[in-house]
Structures are given as C-alpha cells and as structure tokens.
C-alpha cells in the first residue's frame, strides 16, 4: 500500500487548503532539526512529500483519483514480473477497468517488483572464482518500485500498452482488461 498523506499530515480527506498547511507547519515544527528537540529527518521528508503532493490542487485531485482506485482494488498484480536488462523476460501487468474509467482514461498506481542486475557483481554472478554472496550468484536483485501508468481515453478491453518504467530505461507491458462491475 501507498503510503496515505492525509494520514502522515494528520488531516481528513477533505481538509481545505488552510487546513492543510497548518498542520505541516504545526508537524515540521515537531521535527524539524532547526527547532525540534527531537528530530527526525525521515518524517521531515515525508511530511515534505505529503504536503507537496496535497498543496498543489493538481496534484492532490490526481492524488485522490490514485487513492480511490487503490481502494478500489482495480490494479490486479499478476508479475511474474521478471523484468530488465540485462535477461528480460516480458512482464505483463494486467489492469481492471470500469467502462467510464475506459472512456475517460486515469492514472494508476504501480507497484512492481522489478528484476536488476546485481550491484555488487555488476549482473555477471561471480566475483573472481566464487560466486557472489550478494545475489547468491544469480547476478540479479529485486528492486520494488512505485510509478504511475497513464492509460489513454477511449481503451479498449484487450488493449496492449508498452510503457516505459521512468528512471529505469525498461518497458512493461500493460494488458487493459474491461469488465462491467
Ligand atoms: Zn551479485
């Protein structure tokens, strides 16, 4: 699950504006190493990314829309997801939608497992002459990421979408399924 920025804030789901930003200032000011007694960096950065997303009227309404729709369950997670250079095997995601959600198009929510290559062995699963401890000397590593996929108006049931992973110089693919709840 995403993490809830309402939830970090401290605020309801329909908290204005105001409301918004008195609470991140009222939480930084808990942790904050300047002012804080008792500071904690890591909160700080949450309360940062929460605020920023929920401050911005763009943002949050896509913010909410992602919310919505992970309640909702709609992004099924079939991985076998074995992705990634250097050894890919297509990863298939299949996404679950309501006809309006067809029609209009929305963003959703990913969270894959994503397959690459080892850091420590640089993917090849050998340092000199023993394999490496880190991958067990599969050469690969799991990576867990979390992006956001934009599925086009006017999709049709059985579409299939080739998104790139940002940051990742990989691709999925996205299979749209549409089903009448
Ligand atoms: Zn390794």
């Given at each position: 699950m995403k993490e809830d920025f309402y939830q970090i804030l401290g605020i309801p789901r329909d908290a204005n504006e105001e409301a918004i930003?008195?609470?991140?200032?009222?939480?930084?000011?808990?942790?904050h190493p300047?002012?804080?007694?008792?500071?904690d960096v890591e909160r700080l950065l949450k309360l940062q990314e929460a605020y920023e997303t929920l401050s911005d009227p763009e943002k949050r309404k896509d913010y909410d829309r992602s919310l919505k729709q992970e309640a909702r369950g709609h992004v099924s997670s079939s991985w076998e997801a074995r992705v990634g250079p250097p050894r890919a095997t297509s990863p298939w995601i299949e996404v679950i939608l309501s006809p309006w959600e067809a029609i209009?198009?929305?963003?959703?929510?990913?969270?894959?497992?994503?397959?690459?290559?080892?850091?420590?062995?640089?993917?090849?699963?050998w340092r000199g002459l023993f394999p490496c401890l880190d991958c067990g000397g599969s050469g690969a590593a799991i990576q867990h990421l979390t992006f956001f996929i934009q599925i086009p108006p006017g999709i049709q049931d059985g579409?299939?979408?080739?998104?790139?992973?940002p940051n990742f110089g990989t691709r999925i693919w996205v299979l749209v399924r549409v089903q009448h709840p």
């Open positions: 930003r008195r609470a991140y200032r009222k939480a930084v000011h808990r942790v300047d002012v804080s007694e008792t500071p209009n198009g929305l963003r959703i929510p990913l969270h894959l497992p994503l397959e690459i290559p080892c850091r420590r062995c640089g993917g090849v699963g579409a299939r979408l080739h998104i790139r992973v």
